[in-house]
């Protein structure tokens, strides 16, 4: 999932998920979703479910109970993710280099018309349909680092294309 550095402390190994603050602010507001909105309507559906007698034979309960292992799991690993979050400051990149948070201009060298707007984010925030690209995909990976102008291959399962970086914001 989200993975960027890990780090011992105290003969543990913990993991840092890169973030935007905006991508904080959303894992923040889902969690508390799940805590004081899902958690209640899963409640009251067991109740319900539970209603019905015979719990051996009883789908809406066994759904139920389903999805209340699916909204605690989301919500230890939300509550994990925010622990250790570690906050990309936007503000302190060097506008020289491609780095998580940089919003980026690029053309495919093959397609000289394919122009991509795109920002490297966390794996947390990555959303491909709205232009938010991992930092642990290939497309992210090649870019970190790179400078406008420059041109980069990405090794994808597609095959291999090459990029040239327009601009950097």
């Known amino acids: 999932m989200a993975t960027s550095k890990k780090f011992v402390t105290n003969n543990h190994e913990e993991e840092t998920f890169l973030v ?3 991508g904080l602010k959303a894992l923040q507001e889902e969690l508390d979703n799940l805590k004081n909105i899902r958690r209640k309507e899963v409640a009251v559906r067991l109740k319900e479910a539970i209603s019905y007698g ?8 066994e ?14 690993e939300l509550e994990d993710k925010i622990k250790h979050a570690k906050v990309v400051d936007e ?3 060097s506008k020289k280099i491609i780095e998580i948070g940089t919003r980026v201009k690029l053309r495919n060298t093959k397609k000289k018309s394919e122009e991509y707007d795109i920002t490297i984010v966390g794996a947390t ?4 349909l709205s232009g938010r690209v991992s930092n642990e995909s290939p497309l992210g990976m090649a870019l970190l680092g790179a400078k ?14 090459e990029f040239e970086v327009l601009k950097l914001s």
């Open 20 to 22: 935007t603050k905006e």
């Open 63 to 76: 759904e139920a109970k389903n999805e209340q292992a699916f909204v605690e799991g989301r919500i230890l």
């Open 54 to 61: 015979d719990l051996s034979e009883n789908s809406e309960y």
């Open 148 to 161: 406008a102008g420059e041109k980069v291959k990405v090794n994808a399962p597609a095959g291999v294309s």
């Open 125 to 128: 925030e990555s959303d491909a």
């Open 91 to 93: 503000k302190q990149h």
